[in-house]
Each structure stands twice: as structure tokens, then as C-alpha cells.
């Protein structure tokens, strides 16, 4: 039988029906789409409420913070480098760009990001009038109502609303807020530069406030040199104008909010960053406020943690003796479900804004062994290559003595400057022939250097991060990696021993337990425990961290009770000290350095507390953590 094909008249009168139906269509929704009456209320946002784990409050933030200004009080080259930025052709566009809507709509369809191609009349209509959600039919009406609104006002008026409305970060809306939030001073007093900043932040703040990390400020750098240029291109600055602009206009550092004293600025922010990073609500939303936010964190345990370092704390003399300055330290208590319970971030929020219980700086020292030896027991070791990889048990024995040659399966381990590399003990002690259990019990370097050598770096790297750890904090893998050159924080060592607690089950540390928005539960993700070690191997770990504590290099631990275990800590060059520990389903990680203010190095901590003579470290994080746990 003939297979029907249409003819050409068919096949174009089939596409003028379709484009009728659409443009039919589209005039009916433009018809019925008006300008609404009211703005959204910026001037009703709520302040975001923090809860203590027990339901009490804990801390309230994020009032919104707006304030109206006239456009003639807007320097006119602070206007174009806002228009360089989000919309050069808003002076002679109809107030909406149709390519961009076309790729925003495709992109919708095909299930892509819609952001990008607005006009900044279109950018108003969303902020003032609609919400965020990336549907068609939302971007539809932002078109139909950009067409109208443009039509109604002058170009100027709508400018000046979108600079009154936008969102600029730091729970700030508007370009005069701005101007004070970042630079301390009226919008009438920016200069290009000044202002060729906050354009960038137009783009995302989140992603472009320097005070954020050093990502944002590379950034925010690059995006204020496109925007000087994009001006110089379109005739709205001169060439010599943007020569004098060679040094980025650094803003001024975020205030911090009064109520977030002590320990609560750390918590606040570690549940915030939590948000962040596991829901949908963005940093601009999330600014808005009207959130209610369910933490983790116990009040009590919080309360004892800070009395614990606050008491240790009290033994240092910095007035009097130079090696008790510039100690920093970091802790944080997690169970083996994954809820973070407490956190020392420091002294106070609102005097250092750092939370030293999630930095990432400190070298772990011998904390770090439990995970080599883990690796070891799971994996097999390689002596010979090309050859199977050999099980280990916790009686295997090594060798324990000084000044041993670390060896690889190809022989001698050479540094770059062709010497042998030779592993050495605290102290200078030899311990002959140990087994595996009492190397990580006892500290015994030497013997744990050439187990990460034979399990492979590699390896020992990876069930650092199984149980818990974070790559990006691992480092180089130098045969000195498995005496703790990685610098996790406070947070991940606890969550990764708390792993070892629980049987080799593990779960991500989370500090938001459920998050709330005018009543209605808001989606946050919360990890999902998986078992990430065989039994056994936790077992045998869990088994030489209770040895640590009843013969070991922790027996002052013993003063916490009966099933206590962890690790003490020290890095080789004596810059930093921990213990990591936990009894029944807490763990709690202690850290300590001292810090150079101006270089931000690590500084020996020989000395520290008033010793008489240099030391492999500092007892000060185990005395912490028994103080904790004991309630002292």
C-alpha cells in the first residue's frame, strides 16, 4: 500500500495552524497577566530562628536590611557599571531580551539551569512581584508584566526600583544598604570601582562576597575587572578613568551579629553553612528569613565542652611567656549516628570569627594512625611488587626500633636529595619487634611509617575518607602521611572515630536536624549511615584505641570511665597536639596550635603551659577531653 507523505502546502499550513494556536495562545495569557498591586513584602521578613536540640531557642539572625534611595543619589558610573554588568541595551530594549527567553524556556524544557538572559526589567518583575521557581509559567508572566511595566514607567523609574530591591548579600537589599554593608559609606559617595564591585555581587553574592573564602575573592576580582572593562567598552569609562582602577576596592570585613556571642556565632554558622549546602533554599532566600532552624547541638554538652577548654585555657600564661600565645583550639563532640552534639570554635564568635572546630589546618600526627592501620587490616600489604598483597593481623610484628629505613617493594625509600629515608621515634626509643595492636597503642612511629609504606599511601589516604575524612584535607602522600601530615577539622576526626565506635558503620556529620518555613518542613537532606568497614576491622581498631587508653600513650583517659578509647596526636615537628576519643556512642575530637596571626603558620609548641624543656607535644587536648567527659 502507498505510504501517504504530505505535501508542501499541507506541511505549511500544519506550522501557520500551530504558530496561530501559540501566538493565540500567548496574546490571551498577555491579556490576562497585570502588573500586581503589591510588592513582595520585604518590610514583614522574619528573622531566622535557631533551636537548641531540645526544641528551646538558641539564637535568632537575618533581619532583613533595606533601605530606599532616589536614583539621582546614585552616582551616574555606578548606575552603568550596574547596567555593564546585567543589561548594557536597558536604555533602548523593550524590557525584555527574546533570545534570552528563548534560552531560558529551552533550557527549562530540556531540564537545564534557567538563570542568565534576563533583562533588568525582567530581573525586578521576579524580585519585586514573583518568586524564584524556574517554571515556564512563571517565566512567562515575568515576560508579559516586564513587557507592561516597561511600558508604563520610564527606564529610570525601573532602574531605580530594581537598585532599591536587589539583593546584594549580607542581608542586605538595595545599592544604599550595600554601599554601607560592604563599604561603610552612602551610595552618594562611591566611586566606578566601588561600584563596578557591587555589580558583581549582582550575579550571586553568595559566590562573590570576599569575606566567604578565598574562591569568592578570586572571583569577585575577576568579575570587577570585567565590569570596569565592559564600561571602558561601551563609552561609559574612560581609558585613562579605568587606569587609575588597579588595585581591587577591598570591602570592609562583615559585622557579626550582637546575639551571637560565645559558642552560639560557631553553631549559628556551621548549621547556616549545613542549610546551604543540603536544601534548596538559596543564600538569598535564606537572608529573607522567616526560617526556623532545628539544630543538632545540645546545650548542655556545649555548656561542659566550653568549661573543659576554658579551664585548660586557664593554665596558660600569655602575658608572661611568649609559647603560651597564639594558641588556637578547636572541638567537637559527634555521635555515631552523625549528629554533631557540641562545638568549641574559639574564645569567642564576635572576637574571632574562625571556627577553629571545622579548620582545616591542623596536622593530625599520630591521630592519624588508627586509619593506616585500618587500611592494613581491610586491604593486605604489598612487600614485593607484582606480587599478592599479604594480610596483616593485629599481632603481626614489626619492627619498632629508631632510625629504621623505610622500604618500598623496589627496596630503599630515596628522597629528592638522594638520601635514604629513615623513620625515628619520640624520643629516640627503640622498641624492637611490636605487634601492629601496640604500634597504634603506643605510638610507635617507626613501625606505623612502614605499614603506610606497605598498605600503600594511596590506600591509607582512602579509608581516611571512608570513615569519614574529607580528600581536600589529605595533602601530599609523602611516606611521612601516616604520622598525620593531613589536616582535617575537629568535626570530621570525631565523625571518622566515631565510625570505629560504631562497628564500621558511618554517617556524615549533620548539625540540622529538621528546617521550617511559615509551618511547612522545608527539605533538607540528612546522610543516609552506611557500613563502610567489615566488623571485624572496626573491632580490631576500636580494640587497640581501648589499648591506647589502658596502657598506652592515653591513660589519663582512664579518668572518663570504664570503655573509653582514643588516640593522642602529635605531629612530628611538634606544631600541633590532639585527642580524638570517644566512650559508649561520642566521639569527641580536641585540637591544638599555635597560629602566627600575621603569616597564619603553625608555631612549635615547645614550652607551651610553662615545660622546662622541649616536648613531643602537648597533654592539653587529652586533659580537655577528660575534663569533658567527666563533667569537671
Same mark, same amino acid.
Given at each position: 500500500?502507498?505510504?501517504?507523505?504530505p505535501s508542501w502546502?499541507?506541511?505549511?499550513?500544519?506550522f !501557520?495552524?500551530?504558530?496561530?494556536?501559540?501566538?493565540?495562545?500567548?496574546?490571551?495569557?498577555?491579556?490576562?497577566?497585570?502588573?500586581?498591586?503589591?510588592?513582595?513584602?520585604?518590610?514583614?521578613?522574619?528573622?531566622?530562628?535557631?533551636?537548641?536540640?531540645?526544641?528551646?531557642?538558641?539564637?535568632r539572625?537575618?533581619?532583613?536590611?533595606?533601605?530606599?534611595?532616589?536614583?539621582?543619589?546614585?552616582?551616574?558610573?555606578?548606575?552603568w557599571?550596574?547596567?555593564?554588568?546585567?543589561?548594557e541595551?536597558?536604555?533602548?530594549?523593550?524590557?525584555?531580551?527574546?533570545?534570552?527567553?528563548?534560552?531560558?524556556?529551552?533550557?527549562?524544557?530540556?531540564?537545564?539551569?534557567?538563570?542568565?538572559?534576563s533583562?533588568?526589567?525582567?530581573?525586578?518583575?521576579?524580585?519585586?512581584?514573583?518568586?524564584?521557581?524556574?517554571?515556564?509559567?512563571?517565566?512567562?508572566?515575568?515576560?508579559?508584566?516586564?513587557?507592561?511595566l516597561?511600558?508604563?514607567?520610564?527606564?529610570?523609574?525601573?532602574l531605580?526600583?530594581?537598585?532599591?530591591?536587589?539583593?546584594?548579600?549580607?542581608?542586605?537589599?538595595?545599592?544604599?544598604?550595600?554601599?554601607?554593608?560592604?563599604?561603610?559609606?552612602?551610595?552618594?559617595?562611591?566611586?566606578?570601582?566601588?561600584?563596578?564591585?557591587?555589580?558583581a555581587?549582582?550575579?550571586?553574592?553568595?559566590?562573590?562576597?570576599?569575606?566567604?573564602?578565598?574562591?569568592?575573592?578570586?572571583?569577585?576580582?575577576?568579575?570587577?575587572?570585567?565590569?570596569?572593562?565592559?564600561?571602558?567598552?561601551?563609552?561609559?569609562?574612560?581609558?585613562?578613568?579605568?587606569?587609575?582602577?588597579?588595585?581591587?576596592?577591598?570591602?570592609?570585613?562583615?559585622?557579626?551579629?550582637?546575639?551571637?556571642?560565645?559558642?552560639?556565632?560557631?553553631?549559628?554558622?556551621?548549621?547556616?553553612?549545613?542549610?546551604?549546602?543540603?536544601?534548596?533554599?538559596?543564600?538569598?532566600?535564606?537572608?529573607?528569613?522567616?526560617?526556623?532552624?532545628?539544630?543538632?547541638?545540645?546545650?548542655?554538652?556545649?555548656?561542659?565542652?566550653?568549661?573543659?577548654?576554658?579551664?585548660?585555657?586557664?593554665?596558660?600564661?600569655?602575658?608572661r611567656?611568649?609559647?603560651?600565645?597564639?594558641?588556637?583550639?578547636?572541638?567537637?563532640s559527634?555521635?555515631?549516628?552523625?549528629?554533631?552534639?557540641?562545638?568549641?570554635? !574559639?574564645?569567642?564568635?564576635?572576637?574571632?570569627?574562625?571556627?577553629?572546630?571545622?579548620?582545616?589546618?591542623?596536622?593530625? !600526627?599520630?591521630?592519624?594512625?588508627?586509619?593506616?592501620?585500618?587500611?592494613?587490616?581491610?586491604?593486605?600489604?604489598?612487600?614485593?611488587?607484582?606480587?599478592?598483597?599479604?594480610?596483616?593481623?593485629?599481632?603481626?610484628?614489626?619492627?619498632?626500633?629508631?632510625?629504621?629505613?623505610?622500604?618500598?617493594?623496589?627496596?630503599?625509600? #630515596?628522597?629528592?636529595?638522594?638520601?635514604?629515608?629513615?623513620?625515628?621515634?619520640?624520643?629516640?626509643?627503640? #622498641?624492637?619487634?611490636?605487634?601492629?595492636?601496640?604500634?597504634?597503642?603506643?605510638?610507635?612511629?617507626?613501625?606505623?611509617?612502614?605499614?603506610?609504606?606497605?598498605?600503600?599511601?594511596?590506600?591509607?589516604?582512602?579509608?581516611?575518607?571512608?570513615?569519614?575524612?574529607?580528600?581536600?584535607?589529605?595533602?601530599?602522600?609523602?611516606?611521612?602521611?601516616?604520622?598525620?601530615?593531613?589536616?582535617?577539622?575537629?568535626?570530621?576526626?570525631?565523625?571518622?572515630?566515631?565510625?570505629f565506635?560504631?562497628g564500621?558503620?558511618?554517617?556524615?556529620?549533620?548539625?540540622v536536624?529538621?528546617l521550617?518555613?511559615?509551618?511547612?518542613?522545608?527539605?533538607?537532606e540528612?546522610?543516609?549511615?552506611?557500613?563502610?568497614?567489615?566488623?571485624?576491622?572496626?573491632?580490631?581498631?576500636?580494640?587497640?584505641?581501648?589499648?591506647?587508653?589502658?596502657?598506652g600513650?592515653?591513660?589519663?583517659?582512664?579518668?572518663?570511665?570504664?570503655?573509653?578509647?582514643?588516640?593522642?596526636?602529635?605531629?612530628?615537628?611538634?606544631?600541633?597536639? #590532639?585527642?580524638?576519643?570517644?566512650?559508649?556512642?561520642?566521639?569527641?575530637?580536641?585540637?591544638?596550635?599555635?597560629?602566627?596571626?600575621?603569616?597564619?603558620?603553625?608555631?612549635?609548641?615547645?614550652?607551651?603551659?610553662?615545660?622546662?624543656?622541649?616536648?613531643?607535644?602537648?597533654?592539653?587536648?587529652?586533659?580537655?577531653?577528660t575534663?569533658?567527659?567527666?563533667?569537671?
Open positions: 500500500m502507498a505510504r501517504w507523505v502546502r499541507q506541511t505549511l499550513g500544519l !501557520g495552524c500551530c504558530v496561530t494556536v501559540i501566538t493565540g495562545i500567548l496574546v490571551v495569557m498577555y491579556i490576562r497577566t497585570g502588573i500586581p498591586a503589591d510588592l513582595n513584602s520585604f518590610a514583614t521578613q522574619q528573622d531566622n530562628v535557631y533551636y537548641w536540640a531540645d526544641g528551646t531557642e538558641m539564637a539572625t537575618g533581619e532583613v536590611n533595606r533601605q530606599d534611595t532616589p536614583l539621582d543619589k546614585v552616582p551616574e558610573q555606578v548606575r557599571a550596574a547596567l555593564a554588568a546585567e543589561n541595551t536597558f536604555y533602548s530594549d523593550s524590557g525584555v531580551s527574546p533570545s534570552g527567553m528563548v534560552r531560558a524556556i529551552g533550557k527549562m524544557i530540556t531540564g537545564g539551569s534557567t538563570q542568565g538572559g533583562t533588568i526589567t525582567q530581573q525586578y518583575v521576579k524580585n519585586a512581584y514573583l518568586n524564584q521557581q524556574q517554571t515556564i509559567s512563571r517565566k512567562l508572566n515575568e515576560m508579559f508584566i516586564a513587557i507592561k516597561d511600558n508604563k514607567l520610564s527606564k529610570d523609574e525601573i531605580e526600583r530594581y537598585l532599591n530591591t536587589s539583593w546584594y548579600g549580607r542581608g542586605t537589599y538595595g545599592i544604599q544598604r550595600a554601599a554601607h554593608a560592604y563599604y561603610g559609606k552612602d551610595v552618594s559617595q562611591l566611586n566606578a570601582s566601588e561600584g563596578a564591585f557591587l555589580a555581587l549582582l550575579k550571586g553574592a553568595a559566590m562573590y562576597d570576599p569575606a566567604l573564602g578565598p574562591r569568592n575573592h578570586e572571583r569577585a576580582v575577576e568579575r570587577w575587572k570585567w565590569v570596569l572593562d565592559r564600561m571602558v567598552a561601551g563609552g561609559r569609562l574612560s581609558k585613562e578613568e579605568r587606569a587609575r582602577y588597579t588595585s581591587f576596592p577591598e570591602p570592609k570585613a562583615p559585622p557579626r551579629p550582637a546575639g551571637l556571642t560565645g559558642q552560639t556565632g560557631y553553631l549559628v554558622e556551621t548549621a547556616r553553612a549545613y542549610v546551604s549546602a543540603h536544601s534548596d533554599v538559596s543564600p538569598k532566600d535564606f537572608d529573607r528569613g522567616g526560617y526556623q532552624i532545628r539544630t543538632t547541638f545540645d546545650r548542655r554538652r556545649t555548656q561542659a565542652l566550653t568549661k573543659a577548654v576554658t579551664s585548660v585555657r586557664a593554665k596558660l600564661a600569655p602575658e611567656r611568649a609559647a603560651d600565645r597564639n594558641v588556637r583550639i578547636g572541638a567537637a559527634v555521635t555515631t549516628d552523625g549528629r554533631i552534639v557540641a562545638l568549641y570554635g !574559639g574564645p569567642d564568635y564576635l572576637e574571632q570569627g574562625f571556627n577553629d572546630a571545622n579548620s582545616s589546618v591542623v596536622p593530625a !600526627g599520630s591521630a592519624f594512625t588508627p586509619f593506616v592501620y585500618a587500611a592494613a587490616l581491610h586491604e593486605g600489604v604489598q612487600r614485593e611488587r607484582d606480587k599478592p598483597r599479604t594480610p596483616v593481623t593485629p599481632g603481626t610484628l614489626y619492627n619498632g626500633d629508631d632510625r629504621i629505613s623505610l622500604l618500598t617493594p623496589e627496596g630503599p625509600y #630515596w628522597d629528592r636529595s638522594g638520601k635514604i629515608v629513615k623513620a625515628s621515634n619520640d624520643g629516640g626509643k627503640s #622498641w624492637g619487634k611490636v605487634t601492629l595492636k601496640d604500634a597504634v597503642a603506643k605510638s610507635v612511629n617507626t613501625a606505623m611509617m612502614q605499614l603506610g609504606m606497605d598498605v600503600g599511601l594511596d590506600k591509607a589516604g582512602e579509608m581516611g575518607v571512608r570513615t569519614g575524612l574529607l580528600e581536600d584535607s589529605l595533602g601530599d602522600k609523602l611516606p611521612s602521611f601516616s604520622l598525620g601530615t593531613a589536616t582535617p577539622s575537629a568535626i570530621r576526626m570525631a565523625d571518622a572515630y566515631a565510625t565506635a560504631a564500621g558503620r558511618h554517617s556524615d556529620p549533620y548539625s536536624s529538621r521550617i518555613r511559615n509551618g511547612a518542613d522545608v527539605p533538607v540528612k546522610p543516609a549511615a552506611r557500613q563502610v568497614l567489615p566488623r571485624s576491622v572496626a573491632g580490631a581498631v576500636d580494640d587497640a584505641l581501648h589499648e591506647a587508653v589502658r596502657r600513650t592515653a591513660t589519663a583517659a582512664r579518668a572518663a570511665g570504664p570503655g573509653s578509647a582514643g588516640k593522642t596526636g602529635t605531629a612530628q615537628d611538634n606544631t600541633s597536639a #590532639w585527642f580524638v576519643g570517644y566512650r559508649d556512642r561520642l566521639s569527641t575530637a580536641v585540637s591544638l596550635a599555635r597560629i602566627d596571626p600575621r603569616s597564619q603558620e603553625l608555631q612549635p609548641l615547645d614550652g607551651l603551659g610553662g615545660a622546662s624543656r622541649k616536648q613531643p607535644g602537648s597533654g592539653l587536648p587529652l586533659d580537655i577531653w575534663r569533658y567527659m567527666t563533667g569537671r
